[in-house]
């Protein structure tokens, strides 16, 4: 979370509950990568309170770059990939499901290149009052094309889904995204990166129908089962 420390503890935790409720409506293994969102977003928004620490602690100073990295691999390099593949094994639409492969293909792309800066340039980050501020030495840091394609994996898949409320997220995600480039431009991975942990507690309620849905499909398997006996 981009406030504070104690703002990025809290928003782990509902997201660690979130998380776990989500997995335990999870019905078949296609299910697992979409339902593990808030998890890993958790798991995000925890390091992030390390990064405050780290960087507002100077006994830690020493070890800051540990949970600075791991945040920005999160931001940079999982979630280009773990979104358009997450949309894609839960699609049951053909056409649908094809695009979602070409996003994944995409996806993937981003993630390698992104995944080679992380390891031979330099990451670095700073606290100005309230917000994170991480610089990264990146080739291509600020191009449109390079931006484009990275936003293209995170808000398409949501809204081409055939999954029920699932566009909802797509919607909030672009509203989330615009507001961030219009008034947090110097902190957008933190800030958009918190917006979008918020956000994911919207997976607990697609998979909550995911469920549902998946119920209503198998009782009336069960009910002819049990005339034919």
Known sequence: MCFSTTASFGASA???????????KVQTSSQLMFALIPIIFSI???TEAFVWISLTNPNYRHCQHIPI????????????LWVPLSFFLIEKN???????????AIGSAISIF???NLIFFNVNAAITPFHIFYDLDFPLRNNLIMESLYLICIIIPPLISSIK???MLGILLSASFLITKLYFNDYIISVWCFFAALI???????????KEKDLLIKLPNTTEKNEKH
């Open 114 to 116: 992104h995944f080679y």
């Open 165 to 167: 409320r699932t566009s």
């Open 14 to 24: 509902i997201l660690a509950i979130v998380g776990i409720a989500s997995l335990k």
């Open 200 to 210: 994911s507690v919207l997976v607990l309620l697609i998979m909550k129908e995911l």
């Open 44 to 46: 995000q928004q925890l």
């Open 94 to 104: 053909i056409k649908r499901k094809s695009i979602l492969l070409g996003l994944v």
């Open 69 to 80: 990295y791991i945040f920005v691999f999160f931001a940079q390099v999982l979630w280009t």
